[in-house]
Every structure is written in structure tokens, then in C-alpha cells.
């Protein structure tokens, strides 16, 4: 509420103002990895923006994570290109380094060399990014990360959001602090980062009248919004403690339950924000499936929802290349995110305890 008053006391409530360059800062700080970062109004943008920046253009392709949530590849088709969607890793739910290999070579064979690779860190999980990075080192493909789930996460100690040519990050509603909507676009050099305001804000040229040389969007963080994102940052750390505390919860509560899995690091070199919870349920060891349990928590008002829908499932990229066997497929019937917001209470978590300790499985 300090920031925003101080928004309007001032009269800055536009795409502009000391809110915008202070959360900037400190999500740069934050990541602490010598990298700039451009707010704007969602992770959408900030993907959007990356590409266009990669050159991705008509009839290009970009290799991109299958297990996701949609806005992972609806840029791609933004700028008239084709996703090539890559299956999972089991353990870590993520790109599967083995399958982005084979995706390569294959479209390479074809005539048809990626312009890039989007990797997602899901749910907070970081991806696999040693592999990652060698395969698109090797091949010379830059890599963007989605780190739109994963602000607080890190792999061997480095945080996700500094790895790729470029990152992105969401403040949206429901992720793990907002500003109410907006994202921001981590880039690894100062020119990026004034070249993604200068597409933010309509790409208008210097010049004493409104001229154009380029196509420009309206993709500026308000700096309203941004009030909102400095006051999250100075609690982000405690937001990321409270997410991970849900997912001790979680394990203690699955761990005498044969028939649940809990999505958790795999090594040390993973350390998860655990944005959200998930579990998969076994179907060796119960006739039970996720449905069942979610009408289960349902009964007592409790929401839970299905993991992500893979993309080459989803009818809008039925025509696009796949690369992969079912991993991700499965997870999405066997998988099931549960309750993880930071305010959950003890009296929160004690109800779903009552569910699953009277659950059938």
C-alpha cells in the first residue's frame, strides 16, 4: 500500500513511474546473476517479446515443453510459427533431454533447424539444465526459459530465470507473489532489455512526432501494478518458505500411502519453490483414480484440480510434431495438484488431512 500511495501522490499511475524502475531492480537483485529485467503486464508478453528478439517468424519452429499450461506455446502461433512439442522426463517431470535431442536431429535431417527451445521449470521444478543447455550449445539453438512458476527455485544453486538467452516470469493472480496480473522478461544484456521496452511501449522511434519503423506492442508493467510487485518482493522469500512447508505437509501426510506418489526433487541440485503440490496415483496399487479423489475433497469444499493438459493433446495443436512416448500423457491422468496456497492454515490442512485419512484408496 506504501508503493502504491506513493503512485499516485506523485501522479504516476501510467506504464512509467519509480515503482517500474524499483521492481526491475529488484527482481534483478534478486536473481543475482548480472541479468536485466524488463516489466511488463504478463509472462505471456515477456514470451512473446523473447521470440520476436530470437527472430522467430512465419513458418519457423520452436521446440517447446508438451506438459505445460497452453501460454507456453501460444506465442509461437503469435508469430505464425510451428511448436514441436517434447514429451517429459519421468522423474522430473520436465523436458526430457534425451527427447529434445531426438526432436532436434530430426527436424535438422528435415531442413527445419529449431529458432529456439522454451523449457518450463513446472510447478516449480527446475528442469534438467545441464542437459539442456549442452544439447542446445551443441546445436546452437538458444534456449528461453518459462520460469513462470519457478521465481525462488534453483538448480545447483543458480536460480531458474538466469540460465537462457531469456526468461520469463509471471506475477499473474495465482502465482507465488503477483501484481495482480504482469510478468517480466529476464534478458542477459542491457541492449535486450531496451529493446523489449521499446517493443512494450509501441516501438515509437526517437523522433519530435509519433513515428514507427517496427511493429510495437502495449505489453508496459503499469506502475500501479508494479507498486504491488515491490511490496511482494520484499516477502517472497517467506512466500517461498510457506510453499515449501505445504509440500512437507504433503509428504508426511503420503508417506505410509503406497498408492501415492509426491512430486519432489529428485538430487540436492534441485531446489523447488514447490508452487504447487502434485501428486500421481499408482494405478498398480489402487482402482482408484484421480477423479475419485477430487469428488472426494469436492464433497468437503475443497478445490483441487488435474495436472496440465499436454499441448499435443490440446485440439488447437492437434497438427503439430511431437517428439516423445507417453510420459506426459500419463502424468496428466494419474496427476493431481492439491491445495498450496500460502495462506493455508492449520485448520486448512487438518481438513484435508480428515479427507485423505477417510479416503479409500
Known amino acids: 500500500m506504501k508503493y502504491i500511495q506513493e503512485a499516485f501522490d506523485h501522479n504516476w499511475v501510467a506504464p512509467l513511474g519509480k515503482n517500474v524502475d524499483e521492481f526491475e531492480v529488484a527482481i534483478e537483485y534478486y536473481l543475482n546473476k548480472s541479468k536485466y529485467a524488463a516489466a511488463l503486464s504478463s509472462g505471456t508478453s515477456a514470451l512473446h517479446l523473447a ?4 527472430g522467430v517468424g512465419l513458418d519457423d519452429e520452436v521446440l517447446c515443453q508438451s506438459f ?3 501460454a507456453s506455446a501460444n506465442p509461437i502461433k503469435y508469430l505464425g510459427a510451428t511448436p514441436v512439442f517434447v514429451d517429459s522426463d519421468k522423474s522430473n517431470w520436465n523436458m526430457s533431454p534425451y527427447f529434445l535431442e531426438a526432436a532436434i536431429v530430426d527436424r535438422i535431417n528435415n ?6 527451445v522454451i ?5 516449480g521444478m527446475p528442469a534438467m539444465m545441464d542437459e539442456i543447455l549442452k544439447i542446445c550449445n551443441k546445436y546452437d539453438i538458444p534456449l528461453v526459459e518459462d520460469s513462470a512458476e519457478s521465481l525462488g527455485s534453483s538448480y545447483k544453486g543458480q536460480k531458474c530465470g538466469t540460465f537462457g538467452e531469456f526468461a520469463l516470469l509471471s506475477f499473474n493472480g495465482n502465482k507465488i507473489i503477483t501484481t495482480s496480473g504482469g510478468g517480466a522478461l529476464v534478458c542477459n544484456t542491457k541492449e535486450q532489455k ?3 521496452i521499446f517493443l512494450s511501449t509501441q516501438a515509437r522511434d526517437q523522433a519530435p512526432y509519433y513515428q514507427h519503423s517496427e511493429v510495437g506492442y502495449n505489453y508496459r508493467l503499469s506502475n500501479i501494478c508494479a507498486g504491488i510487485g515491490r511490496g511482494q518482493m520484499e516477502v517472497l522469500d517467506d512466500r517461498v518458505s510457506k510453499r515449501r512447508a505445504n509440500h512437507h505437509f504433503y509428504k508426511e501426510l503420503f508417506a505410509d500411502i503406497e498408492a501415492v506418489n509426491i512430486f519432489t526433487e529428485v538430487s540436492p541440485d534441485f531446489y523447488s519453490n514447490h508452487w504447487l503440490s502434485a501428486i500421481t496415483l499408482d494405478s498398480d496399487k489402487t482402482d482408484k483414480n484421480i477423479y475419485d479423489l477430487m469428488a472426494a475433497f469436492a464433497e468437503e469444499n475443497i478445490e483441487t484440480r488435474p495436472l496440465w493438459k499436454p499441448m499435443h493433446l490440446q485440439p488447437i495443436f492437434k497438427d503439430c510434431p511431437y517428439y516423445g512416448e507417453n510420459v506426459a500423457e500419463e502424468l496428466f491422468n494419474k496427476g493431481l495438484c492439491l491445495p498450496s496456497g500460502s495462506n493455508l492454515t492449520d485448520d486448512d490442512k487438518k481438513r484435508i488431512y480428515d479427507v485423505i485419512s477417510n ?3
Open 51 to 54: 521470440l520476436i528478439q530470437l
Open 119 to 123: 523449457v518450463v521449470h513446472l510447478y
Open 68 to 70: 505445460t499450461f497452453s
Open 111 to 116: 531442413h527445419k533447424k529449431p529458432k529456439a
Open 194 to 196: 531496451i529493446k523489449t
Open 359 to 361: 479416503f479409500q484408496f
